[in-house]
């Protein structure tokens, strides 16, 4: 099926402006400020930072994926434009396809490396490597890179986590620093109470809710990586392997 031209970015930005017409619309009736003033530790402020990074970080790894997904669509028009008994060969670091060349993508690259390794093994008199195993080194290159999201996620938790013990601590702190309760006393306990167990939820909250809006992106790099492989073991396993020159 055609898509367009960085359909996976156009679904990032479509997400992202829904989270951030919510968070505008938070804003708005004041459930954001009351949040901030509310945490007195400001483990709120650290987990909301944390995800703008993360936000950051998803929409660059994006725009690279959604970049490598249109060079897969081009040089799948390439070699549909091409006879299906065209001959592949490697001339100059290109694939070229008939008259014309696949563009300089993660296939082309993943193609040459292929070419080299057997040129290379068949040189040292060493049988071929498992195209699988050059294919994983490729997909774990990308992979790593995305993985990053997905610690910003962990230490968001673990922050509000944090969060969550501290409005806890301070909770249980203001009863056993008294010794006698009267009633002047036990409302400034009571007082100190609802700081820290504000603290406590707040915290937990917004380390929730983060974590869960920062998913979603990183869920999305997950799908077009996974598009990403299913296209290149296409096109390369059926396509373009099987009519490589013999003597390439």
Not at 21 to 46: K, P, T, Y
Not at 68 to 93: F, I, K, M, Y
Request: aromatic share 8%; with cysteine.
């Amino acid at each position: 099926m055609y898509k367009t031209e960085h359909f996976l970015f156009l679904v990032w930005l479509l997400t992202t402006g829904l989270i951030a017409f919510g968070l505008v619309v938070c804003w708005d009736n004041g459930l954001i400020q009351e949040m901030v003033e509310s945490d007195h530790s400001r483990i709120c402020v650290a987990v909301i930072a944390i995800y703008a990074v993360g936000v950051i970080h998803s929409m660059w790894r994006t725009w690279v994926l959604s970049g490598e997904l249109n060079l897969v669509a081009r040089s799948r028009q390439v070699l549909d434009s091409q006879s299906a008994e065209t001959p592949v060969s490697v001339s100059h670091g290109r694939v070229q396809v008939g008259g014309g060349a696949l563009p300089d993508g993660f296939i082309s690259r993943y193609l040459l490396d292929l070419v080299r390794t057997k040129q290379r093994r068949a040189e040292a008199g060493k049988p071929a490597e498992s195209r699988n195993d050059i294919l994983e080194a490729y997909a774990s290159k990308i992979r790593s890179a995305n993985e990053f999201g997905w610690f910003l996620i962990d230490f968001n938790l673990k922050v509000g986590f944090l969060g969550t013990l501290i409005g806890f601590i301070w909770m249980l702190g203001s009863v056993s620093q008294q010794e006698l309760l009267d009633a002047s006393m036990m409302q400034r306990v009571l007082k100190q109470m609802s700081h820290g167990m504000s603290t406590a939820l707040n915290t937990t909250l917004v380390s929730l809710v983060c974590g869960i809006l920062l998913s979603i992106p990183y869920y999305l790099l997950g799908r077009g990586l996974d598009e990403l492989l299913e296209n290149t073991i296409d096109l390369t396993e059926v396509r373009l392997w099987p009519r490589l020159k013999a003597d390439t």
